[in-house]
Nanobody, 126 residues
Framework: VQLQASGGGLVQAGGSLRLSCAAS????????MGWFRQAPGKEREFVAA????????YKADSVKGRFTISRDNAKNTMYLLMNSLKSEDTAVYYC????????????????????WGQGTQVTVSS
């Protein structure tokens, strides 16, 4: 599967953005999908994931209550709605996919995802 992330941009603190991740190929619904982000000088970190099997979602504590992950299997697209953005949310955001059945503790680990998009920059000005 190939992934294309889009929707990033410059936004003021407190604002909102919606990221999209379009997937090519078949059987999109079979993939567990995730969002990760990487700020300059920092390691890539988990943001949110949505499981293929049951559609359950998981989020990092830092984004709970502000970010919503969703997917539209008919459109082969995953979304990340980001509200109440903070300066610390500034990063390159990557979407990722895996056909592996992940347990909850594995969903936040980059090594379990086989496919990655190219990233989209999100900059939050304070």
């Amino acid at each position: 599967v190939q992934l294309q992330a889009s929707g990033g941009g410059l936004v003021q603190a407190g604002g909102s953005l919606r990221l999209s991740c379009a997937a090519s190929g078949r059987a999109f619904s079979d993939y567990t999908m995730g969002w990760f982000r990487q700020a300059p000088g920092k390691e890539r970190e988990f943001v949110a994931a949505i499981r293929s099997a049951d559609g359950n979602t998981y989020k990092a504590d830092s984004v709970k209550g502000r970010f919503t992950i969703s997917r539209d299997n008919a459109k082969n697209t995953m979304y990340l709605l980001m509200n109440s953005l903070k300066s610390e949310d500034t990063a390159v955001y990557y979407c990722a996919a895996t056909r592996s059945r992940l347990i909850v503790s594995s969903m936040a680990q980059t090594r379990h995802y086989s496919y990655w998009g190219q990233g989209t920059q999100v900059t939050v000005s304070s």
